[in-house]
C-alpha cells in the first residue's frame, strides 16, 4: 500500500468505484481506495439493482434519467469485458388508493419536463403488461419502459476495473480507524494497514458514513436502516417488469437468471448496523406476494439476505464539500436509490473535488440543507 | 480435471472461468460468487463450495481450512412462498 494519495476515496461500493473512475479518467494520478472487506461487500452488493426515472422530485429525475442514459453505454464506455447486464424492461408502479394515483399524476408532469417517458396506466392497461396482477385490490398505475435493472456485480466490477486500469490503487481488506485532520484540513488517513498522508478523503461508505464522518467531527443527519430481500428458484421468463408499490410496500422483478427477487421495507426496524435476516420478513413478503402476484407464490424462496440503506431526512443523498473541514467530502445517505445513482455520483463528485463546471448543479443536496429546513422530500420511496 | 467441467450446476460456471478469475485477483468465495453467480443458486454452494475453496487454496498456497465460504442464507431447504404466507395468516387468527 502507498503511504500518500493526492485522494483518497474510503469504500468499495459503486459509489466509491464510480468515483475513483471519474477522477482518473480527468487525470487524477495518485488515488487509492480503500475498502474494509471485499469490492461490492456493501449494500451495492446485496441491492435490488433496480433503476428508475420515475421519481416525484425534479433532483431525483434529472440524477436517474441522466444515470440511465449512462448505463445504456455502460460497456462500451467502461470497455467491460463482461457485460453490466442492462435490461430495459419497464417499471410498473402500481397504487391501491386515489391518493397515491394524485401523487404519480404529479410526479409524471415533473419527470415529462425532462423527457422521462413515463405514464399512467387504467387496471386492464397494467395486467396487459402483467396478466397475473391482482388488480381487484388497485386503483391504477404507472409505467415508464426504459426503467430496469442491472447486474449489480458487473457493474461494478466494471468501473472498478476501469479505473483500475487508468492506475487507481485499490486496498481491499483494508479498514479506515481514523482521519487525522489538523488546523480544520485533512492530512492523513490511519488504517489497519498503515496510513496514508492525504489531503483529500472522500466518504462514500453508505451504512457507515455517520461513523466516518464522525471521524473528523462533522455529525451528519443519516441513519442506517436494515433493508431485506428474497430470491427465488428460478424459472422461465413470466414478468417483464419490476413491480413496486409504494402503498403495499414490495417491489419484485424476475431476473435474466430466472428467479424473483423481492424486498420490501419497514419502518419499525432498529436503526443500527445489522444485517442479519429475520423470519417476519419472509413472512410479510410471503403474504404481499400471494395478494398481489398470486401464481409467484408457487416459487420456492432460495436465499433471502439484508443490507443497509443509508437514510437522510428528505430520502436524497448529499453531495457535499465540507464547509467545516477542509479536503473533506461525501457522497452518502442514498436512502436506498445508491445503485441507480452510481454514475452520476461520480460524475459530480469528481466535478465538486476538481472545482470543474457541474453537469448536473447538485448544491441543493448539500448538508446545509438540514439545517436551513430547505428539504427536498422525495414522496416515491419504498 | 478437464478445465471446462461445469462445477456449479445451479449457474453453469466451469472450472475454468473460476481459475481465470482467481488469476485475475478475485481470491476470496465471496468475490468469485458475486461475479459468476457460483453458490447463488438453489443448493447454495453444497456441491461448488469445496471444489472453488480448494482452487483458491492452491493458487494462494493457503490450507483450504483457511478459506473462507460464503456467508450460509436462509431457508436451509427451498421453502414455497404460498406455504409461509399460509402459516402467518394462521398467526394472525
Ligand atoms: C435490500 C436493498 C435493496 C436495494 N435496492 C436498490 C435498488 O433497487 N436500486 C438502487 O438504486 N438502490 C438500491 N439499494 C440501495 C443501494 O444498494 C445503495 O444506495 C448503494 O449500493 C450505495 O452504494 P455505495 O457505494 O454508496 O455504498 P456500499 O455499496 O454500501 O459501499 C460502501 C462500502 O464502504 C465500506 N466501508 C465502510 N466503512 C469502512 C471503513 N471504515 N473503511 C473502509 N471501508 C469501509 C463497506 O465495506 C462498503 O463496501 C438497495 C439497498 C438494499 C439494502
Given at each position: 500500500?502507498?503511504?500518500?494519495?493526492?485522494?483518497?476515496?474510503?469504500?468499495?461500493g459503486?459509489?466509491?468505484?464510480?468515483?475513483?473512475?471519474?477522477?482518473?479518467?480527468?487525470?487524477?494520478?495518485?488515488?487509492?481506495?480503500?475498502?474494509?472487506?471485499?469490492i461490492?461487500?456493501?449494500?451495492?452488493?446485496?441491492?435490488?439493482?433496480?433503476?428508475r426515472?420515475?421519481?416525484?422530485?425534479?433532483?431525483?429525475?434529472?440524477?436517474?434519467?441522466k444515470?440511465?442514459?449512462?448505463?445504456?453505454?455502460a460497456?462500451?464506455?467502461?470497455?467491460?469485458?463482461?457485460?453490466?447486464?442492462?435490461?430495459?424492461?419497464g417499471?410498473?408502479?402500481?397504487?391501491?388508493?386515489?391518493?397515491?394515483?394524485?401523487?404519480?399524476?404529479?410526479?409524471?408532469?415533473?419527470?415529462?419536463?425532462?423527457?422521462?417517458?413515463?405514464?399512467?396506466?387504467?387496471?386492464?392497461?397494467a395486467?396487459?403488461?402483467?396478466?397475473?396482477?391482482?388488480?381487484?385490490?388497485l386503483?391504477?398505475?404507472?409505467?415508464?419502459?426504459?426503467?430496469?435493472?442491472?447486474?449489480?456485480?458487473?457493474?461494478?466490477?466494471?468501473?472498478?476495473?476501469?479505473?483500475?486500469?487508468?492506475?487507481?490503487?485499490?486496498?481491499?481488506?483494508?479498514?479506515?480507524?481514523?482521519?487525522?485532520?489538523?488546523?480544520?484540513?485533512v492530512?492523513?488517513?490511519?488504517?489497519?494497514?498503515?496510513?496514508?498522508?492525504?489531503?483529500?478523503?472522500?466518504?462514500?461508505?453508505n451504512?457507515?458514513?455517520?461513523?466516518?464522518?464522525?471521524?473528523?467531527?462533522?455529525?451528519?443527519p443519516?441513519y442506517?436502516?436494515?433493508h431485506?430481500?428474497?430470491?427465488?428458484?428460478?424459472?422461465?421468463?413470466?414478468?417483464?417488469?419490476?413491480?413496486?408499490?409504494?402503498?403495499?410496500?414490495?417491489?419484485?422483478?424476475?431476473?435474466?437468471?430466472?428467479?424473483?427477487?423481492?424486498?420490501?421495507?419497514d419502518?419499525?426496524?432498529?436503526?443500527?448496523?445489522?444485517?442479519?435476516?429475520?423470519?417476519?420478513?419472509?413472512?410479510?413478503?410471503?403474504?404481499?406476494?400471494?395478494?398481489?402476484?398470486?401464481?409467484?407464490?408457487?416459487?420456492?424462496?432460495?436465499r433471502?439476505?439484508?443490507?443497509?440503506?443509508?437514510?437522510?431526512?428528505?430520502?436524497?443523498?448529499?453531495?457535499?464539500?465540507?464547509?467545516d473541514?477542509?479536503?473533506?467530502?461525501?457522497?452518502?445517505?442514498?436512502?436506498?436509490?445508491g445503485?441507480?445513482?452510481?454514475?452520476?455520483?461520480g460524475?459530480?463528485?469528481?466535478?465538486?473535488?476538481?472545482?470543474?463546471?457541474?453537469?448536473?448543479?447538485?448544491?441543493?443536496?448539500?448538508?446545509?440543507?438540514?439545517?436551513?429546513?430547505?428539504?427536498?422530500?422525495?414522496?416515491?420511496?419504498? | 480435471?478437464?478445465?471446462?467441467?461445469?462445477?456449479?450446476?445451479?449457474?453453469?460456471?466451469?472450472?475454468?472461468?473460476?481459475?481465470?478469475?482467481?488469476?485475475?485477483?478475485?481470491?476470496?468465495?465471496?468475490?468469485?460468487?458475486?461475479?459468476?453467480?457460483?453458490?447463488?443458486g438453489?443448493?447454495?454452494?453444497?456441491?461448488?463450495g469445496?471444489?472453488?475453496?480448494?482452487?483458491?487454496?492452491?493458487?494462494?498456497g493457503k490450507?483450504?481450512?483457511?478459506?473462507?465460504?460464503?456467508?450460509?442464507?436462509p431457508?436451509?431447504?427451498?421453502?414455497?412462498?404460498?406455504?409461509?404466507?399460509e402459516?402467518?395468516?394462521?398467526?394472525?387468527?
Open positions: 500500500m502507498k503511504t500518500s494519495a493526492d485522494i483518497v476515496i474510503i469504500g468499495g459503486i459509489s466509491g468505484c464510480s468515483i475513483a473512475y471519474n477522477l482518473a479518467k480527468k487525470g487524477v494520478k495518485n488515488i487509492i481506495v480503500l475498502e474494509k472487506s471485499y461490492c461487500s456493501g449494500s451495492t452488493g446485496r441491492c435490488g439493482a433496480g433503476v426515472m420515475q421519481w416525484g422530485t425534479d433532483m431525483n429525475c434529472k440524477i436517474a434519467k444515470s440511465i442514459e449512462f448505463y445504456e453505454h460497456n462500451e464506455i467502461l470497455e467491460y469485458d463482461r457485460d453490466v447486464d442492462f435490461k430495459q424492461s417499471y410498473l408502479l402500481i397504487a391501491d388508493t386515489d391518493k397515491e394515483i394524485e401523487q404519480f399524476k404529479k410526479n409524471i408532469k415533473i419527470q415529462h419536463k425532462y423527457g422521462i417517458p413515463s405514464r399512467m396506466l387504467n387496471l386492464d392497461e395486467r396487459e403488461i402483467v396478466p397475473y396482477l391482482n388488480t381487484s385490490i386503483k391504477g398505475a404507472a409505467y415508464c419502459e426504459k426503467d430496469g435493472f442491472l447486474n449489480p456485480f458487473h457493474t461494478t466490477d466494471a468501473f472498478y476495473k476501469a479505473a483500475k486500469k487508468l492506475g487507481v490503487e485499490f486496498n481491499t481488506f483494508t479498514e479506515v480507524t481514523n482521519i487525522i485532520v489538523k488546523s480544520d484540513k492530512v492523513g488517513v490511519v488504517t489497519n494497514n498503515g496510513n496514508i498522508a492525504t489531503n483529500c478523503v472522500v466518504n462514500a461508505t451504512g457507515w458514513s455517520k461513523e466516518i464522518s464522525e471521524m473528523v467531527g462533522i455529525d451528519i443519516v442506517s436502516e436494515r431485506q430481500i428474497l430470491a427465488t428458484e428460478p424459472v422461465e421468463p413470466m414478468q417483464g417488469p419490476m413491480v413496486m408499490s409504494f402503498g403495499l410496500n414490495l417491489y419484485v422483478q424476475q431476473s435474466p437468471e430466472g428467479s424473483f427477487i423481492m424486498g420490501r421495507g419502518s419499525n426496524e432498529p436503526r443500527d448496523l445489522r444485517m442479519t435476516s429475520s423470519w417476519e420478513f419472509i413472512e410479510e413478503m410471503a403474504k404481499t406476494i400471494d395478494l398481489i402476484l398470486p401464481p409467484i407464490s408457487k416459487l420456492r424462496v432460495v433471502q439476505w439484508a443490507g443497509l440503506y443509508n437514510m437522510t431526512p428528505d430520502k436524497q443523498p448529499i453531495y457535499e464539500k465540507s464547509k473541514v477542509e479536503g473533506f467530502y461525501m457522497a452518502v445517505g442514498f436512502s436506498g436509490h445503485f441507480m445513482f452510481g454514475p452520476i455520483t460524475i459530480v463528485m469528481s466535478e465538486m473535488i476538481l472545482d470543474e463546471e457541474p453537469t448536473i448543479d447538485v448544491s441543493m443536496l448539500n448538508l446545509n440543507r438540514f439545517k436551513t429546513g430547505n428539504l427536498l422530500l422525495e414522496p416515491s420511496v419504498v | 480435471m478437464d478445465e471446462n467441467t461445469i462445477i456449479c450446476r445451479c449457474s453453469d460456471v466451469t472450472l475454468k472461468e473460476v481459475r481465470n478469475l482467481i488469476s485475475e485477483g478475485y481470491i476470496t468465495f465471496e468475490e468469485i460468487k458475486r461475479i459468476t453467480r457460483i453458490g447463488m438453489p443448493c447454495q454452494g453444497k456441491t461448488c469445496q471444489l472453488v475453496m480448494r482452487e483458491i487454496a492452491l493458487a494462494t490450507n483450504i481450512k483457511d478459506v473462507k465460504f460464503q456467508t450460509n442464507r431457508p436451509v431447504v427451498g421453502v414455497k412462498l404460498g406455504l409461509i404466507a402459516e402467518g395468516r394462521k398467526d394472525e387468527d
